[in-house]
């Protein structure tokens, strides 16, 4: 008498296909046969679960089970997977590409392979980045050959059927009860065999090609910034369609700007005496130049904003700020009349300074002093 197919798979009548599913995946996993070598019981449950699986994973054979039992599916010729095959054709719904098996999931080797993506690595300068450009360049790759259309074959001639696996680009070689699915060796999986080769392609079914490419970059890129252009890559073969073209932007840098995102950085070499008294000056800016009041005392490293100075943003919606910073700087190679000027006024400001200066030194070392007279008594 015929075991129950539902007690084989450990599952009950009413179970799903996908509770059906993750039950004989785990029996088949554990009666695999390579896991269980020269066990003729795990083989026999191993082989059990393909056919109890074959039929509740298959709707029509799963009614007539349920209705007629064994009996119903011997009347419509059915007799189970006798064939190793047959097994290893139901293993692959579960297990996929995961012990190599061939099978009804693998792409058609004979069907159009689309072609290659390619990357370009383009330097601009920094101007450039900040406002957008216009570039052209050249790509060579390789692409569908005229001559033979991408078939590969000299004109009046057609590509061969490989001999060795039929068409199918991969080939079954047995280890046992084992079956495993490998790439063609003597087609490389492609199905086909090129018996007269396209002479300005060599049978490849491409050729190189150099090509002009504009590049529209917008305003706002950095480096690491990404440009696709779709279609622009390798040709594909059998009728495939071509990759794409990646443009990786690189931003030289700038003598004077620095940039973090879409804010631009100056330092400004300010003279003692404007930071002093206060002045206007003429900032450079990526536009241009913007006029900014510089106000007395400035000191260095003072850091001024200019709003919407700064890069705009790739989407094109707002600009990025400005920020100058004040490099005050000291002055060197005096003259004679120069020095003389400085001491005086070094004479006239500085001496109220270093009297403050050394009247709150004092007040506080004295003050210290009575705290720890005070403090002894």
Same mark, same amino acid.
């Given at each position: ?74 009347? *419509? ?35 159009? !392979? ?26 060579? =790759?390789? @692409? ?16 061969? *059927? ?8 991969? !080939? ?38 150099? =090509? ?10 950095? *480096?690491?910034?990404?440009?696709? +252009?779709?279609? @622009? ?32 950085? +100056? ?30 005392? *400035? ?14 943003? +790739?989407?094109?919606?707002?600009? %990025? ?6 490099? !005050?700087?000291?002055?060197? %190679? ?7 000027? +400085? ?11 270093? @009297? ?22």
């Amino acid at each position: 008498m015929s075991k129950c197919y539902y007690e084989i798979l450990g599952v009950s009548r009413d179970a799903g296909n996908d509770v059906i599913k993750k039950s004989y995946r785990k029996l088949a996993m554990k009666y695999h046969p390579d896991r269980n070598p020269g066990d003729a019981e795990a083989e026999a449950c191993f082989k059990e679960a393909a056919e109890a699986y074959e039929v509740l994973s298959d709707a029509q054979k799963r009614q007539l089970y349920d209705t007629y039992g064994h009996e119903g599916l011997k009347n *419509t010729g059915y007799r189970g997977p006798g064939s190793s095959e047959d097994i290893f054709s139901h293993m692959s719904d579960i297990f996929g590409d995961l012990f190599g098996f061939g099978g009804r999931r693998q792409r058609d080797p004979n069907g159009p !392979v689309p072609g290659d993506d390619l990357r370009y690595d383009l330097e601009i300068s920094f101007m450039d980045a900040v406002h957008g450009v216009e570039k052209e360049v050249e790509i060579t =790759k390789r @692409e569908t050959c005229w001559t033979c259309e991408g078939s590969g074959s000299r004109p009046g001639h057609k590509p061969q *059927t490989c001999p060795s696996c039929g068409g199918r680009g991969q !080939v079954i070689r047995s280890q046992g009860f084992f079956q495993v699915s490998s790439t063609c060796p003597q087609c490389h999986g492609s199905g086909r065999i090129i018996t007269e080769p396209c002479a300005d392609c060599n049978g490849s079914g491409l050729v190189n090609r150099t =090509k002009k490419v504009n590049l529209k970059i917008p305003a706002g890129v950095d *480096t690491g910034s990404r440009m696709r +252009l779709s279609g @622009e890559g390798e040709g594909g073969r059998k009728g495939g369609p071509s990759g794409d073209l990646y443009v990786i932007i690189h931003v030289k840098p700038h003598e004077f700007f620095q940039r973090d995102g879409q804010t631009v950085y +100056l330092r400004f070499p300010l003279p003692m005496v404007r930071a002093a008294l206060g002045c206007e000056i003429d900032v450079p800016t990526i536009d241009g130049s913007s006029v900014l009041k510089i106000p007395a005392g *400035t000191q260095p490293g003072h850091r001024f904003t200019l709003r919407g100075e700064g890069v705009a943003s +790739l989407r094109g919606r707002k600009r %990025g700020d400005m920020i100058v910073e004040m490099q !005050v700087q000291t002055p060197t %190679g005096l003259s004679k009349h120069q020095k003389e000027l +400085l001491c005086e006024f070094d004479d006239l400001c500085c001496e109220q300074d270093e @009297e403050g200066f050394f009247s709150r030194l004092l007040h506080g070392h004295l003050g210290r002093k009575k705290k720890e007279e005070v403090s002894e008594d």
